[in-house]
């Protein structure tokens, strides 16, 4: 059984940017037709995909976040991560992580529990 | 706004039968698969439905899905107290090079 735990700051300051890590558990991040991508939801919002990212290095962007966003991935630590930049409080929102069997599809199957990221002074 | 729309929120009565409608285009629904997710309050979303019409292993048969042209539709019948969530769709965007959601449907047992 797949499993993913999200990791990182919780409170992040306006302007800076957030990191956040997803360890992957019953699985490897190198696996193959095995992508991995983030998600987000504001508070009481809908789902916004962020970025999706595969094990050779290929990464695929949301466009309206593309300029501030940075995917990667680290077979060695069986971990893939996320960094946005220059954030505002228009970024707090939880922050999932999550497996996609393939792509380009909407198709998540394997979700993390989700890290809760405040953008504040 | 999202690009796929969904009404904000449907109800019935316990037993009774609910639709979802997703709404979009040619560049998404009418073009590649649709997929839908569960979140329960509090809880991560759940993968409901898969590839149109197809339930991941340990999803009941109350719940189904089909699409038509560019529109996509789940429906949950025998409605119990447990179905009560939010419930989004989801696809893939050629023009967007996006994956796209509803804004997600709340249902409600009455």
């Known amino acids: 059984q797949v499993q993913l735990q999200e990791s990182g700051p919780g409170l992040v300051e306006p302007s800076e940017t957030l990191s956040l890590t997803c360890t992957v558990s019953g699985g490897s991040v190198s696996s193959p037709n095995t992508y991995w991508g983030w998600i987000r939801q504001p508070p009481g919002q809908g789902l916004q995909w962020i970025a999706t990212?595969?094990?050779?290095?290929?990464?695929y962007y949301n466009p309206s976040l593309k300029s501030r966003v940075t995917i990667s991935i680290d077979a060695s630590e069986n971990h893939f991560s996320l960094r946005l930049r220059s954030v505002t409080a228009a970024d707090t929102a939880v922050y999932h992580c999550a497996r996609l069997p393939d792509w380009p599809r909407a198709h998540f199957d394997y979700w993390g529990q989700g890290a809760l990221v405040t953008v504040s002074s | 706004q999202s690009v796929l729309t969904q009404p904000p929120s449907v109800s019935a009565a316990p037993g009774q039968k609910v639709t979802i409608s997703c709404s979009g285009s040619?560049?998404?629904?009418?073009?590649?698969?649709v997929f839908w997710y569960q979140q329960l309050p509090g809880t991560v979303p759940k993968l409901l439905i898969y590839?149109?019409?197809k339930r991941p292993s340990g999803i009941p048969e109350r719940f189904s899905a089909s699409k038509s042209g560019t529109s996509a539709t789940l429906g949950i019948t025998g409605l119990q107290t447990g179905d009560e969530a939010d419930y989004y769709c989801g696809t893939w965007d050629s023009g967007l090079s996006a994956v796209v959601f509803g804004g997600g449907t709340k249902v409600t047992v009455l």
């Open positions: 040619v560049s998404n629904i009418g073009d590649t698969y």
């Open positions: 590839d149109d019409d």
């Open positions: 990212i595969y094990h050779t290095g290929g990464t």
